[in-house]
DNA sequence: GCAAATTTGTCCGTATGTATC
DNA sequence: AGATACATACGGACAAATTTG
């Protein structure tokens, strides 16, 4: 019979009325801060929140839905639903489905992800050769090898290991954002550069060489060539975007 | 009665079979790709989708919620379902609610946060200081006048000044993901600091001088100059969440 | 290994609120 | 104001996944 709630009768006397699902999804928000629960911590059962919040089993799970694309909560078939990792994960859905829809500003986004990714690590050079320690350095200097031995064979590990060493640059800061963030744009990238013709494998000797540039200016803990390098790094990649754009 | 379609057996032979709800939001993505749709444009209703997608509407209500959430679509009640602004809201969202999650780490995503402002605006000294025109740099100086204004007077104009001014900024640098995602910090920060007790408005003088510095950089063209008048600007803004993360 | 219990996934039918013409 | 088209919300039923006895 669809029995009906007398919501927006005594609360917020002529606030425009926001569905019920959105107070599902503060309900469930609320619920989680006032019980201070983390990632992985149990949440309560459908029906339990349909009862607790008043309502329906399917506004409550469309509520769940909004949040599991926040990655605030993750549901689990069959077994229950949990609070999420907090990640940010749907910022790269939206870059992601952004690079693929505009025919031409593609490349724009692709160009603008490369340049803040070059921002952060250039903006932290100092504190990067200053905070890295030896056995990061060797780290570091063991990916340029990995990205070797990957270039010669399969160009599979070769982006893992690219992935790696960027990672590793960025985590001495301690700024959990800028690894996320830088985490996500490479997700992004990943993701969208095969579609725009922009991976060439002839470049890897190149990318390797700047590569061991950085590892060299690190281990000297000199920021300006550190940044030199950098520069050098980014600009072919900032140059083939370029070059897959005008191919169009 | 759920008469049950057949999934699962003709597609991905032994994939894990993920939920239906997923397949009508890749086939919606699907959908505003094939047709090139741009933000605004209108979308099947919803029985067109189910039967277009073979879901009933549940799941693809549900699916729908997710893309909301994202802001690939946008849904108009009593209207319709249309493409969405592909905002970064979700990361807004995101990144707000763990900020009011964790109840020491809330400081440190602020800190992180202002962080990453900083290194954008620092890290695109030398290009902002050459490619901001007069008539920019004049409305600069116009808003540093309206935060003295504002800060005379009641401190709601201030901080819309305040993130007036930085938008402008980077405006310049053509790079789309720095200013929205710069934009978002903002927001974040704004909905963030004042359960935090970051705000102290005897500040605003501090403030209002730094910005002063920033613009008389701006017009002399030294990027030198106009990175130091930014590291001035931000050491104080990190020390008082300092300060108050010290107070608890 | 099987069966029962629990929990989420999906479907349907219906009623209501909202915007447009 | 009425009619129409659409999204919102409800409740019940069954399917599928997972855990447990």
Redesign the interface.
């Known amino acids: 019979m669809g029995q009906k709630a007398i919501r927006g009768a005594a609360p917020e006397a002529k606030a425009a009325r926001q569905?019920l699902?959105q107070e599902v999804v503060e309900g469930i928000?609320a619920y989680?801060?006032r019980n201070?629960l983390?990632p992985g911590d149990p949440l309560p059962t459908e029906p339990a929140l349909c009862e607790a919040l008043g309502a329906s089993r399917?506004s409550v799970?469309?509520a769940i839905?909004?949040l599991?694309?926040?990655?605030?909560v993750e549901v689990r078939?069959g077994h229950g639903t949990y609070v999420g990792r907090?990640?940010?994960s749907?910022?790269v859905?939206?870059?992601t489905?952004?690079g693929?829809?505009?025919?031409d500003d593609d490349f724009?986004?692709m160009s603008?992800?490369v340049?803040?990714r070059e921002?952060?690590e250039?903006?932290?050079a100092d504190r990067i050769v200053r905070s890295l320690g030896e056995d990061q350095i060797q780290r570091l200097a063991g990916l340029v090898d990995d990205m070797r031995r990957a270039g010669a064979g399969e160009g599979h590990g070769f982006v893992e290991a690219d992935r790696a060493f960027h990672t590793l640059l960025i985590a001495p800061l301690g700024?959990?954002?800028?690894g996320q963030?830088s985490s996500a744009f490479w997700d992004v990238y990943v993701i969208v550069a095969p579609h725009l013709d922009v991976f060439t494998h002839e470049h890897e000797a190149a990318t390797i060489a700047s590569h061991q540039r950085i590892v060299d200016a690190v281990r000297a803990r000199d920021a300006a060539e550190f940044a030199a390098a950098l520069a050098e790094h980014y600009a072919p990649v900032r140059k083939r975007i370029a070059e897959a754009r005008a191919r169009r």
């Open positions: 569905p699902r928000k989680i801060l201070e983390g399917s799970r469309e839905r909004i599991t694309a926040l990655d605030i078939h907090l990640s940010l749907a910022l859905e939206s870059l489905f952004r693929l829809l505009s025919p724009q986004v603008d992800l340049e803040v921002v952060f250039r903006g932290m700024n959990d954002l800028i963030l």
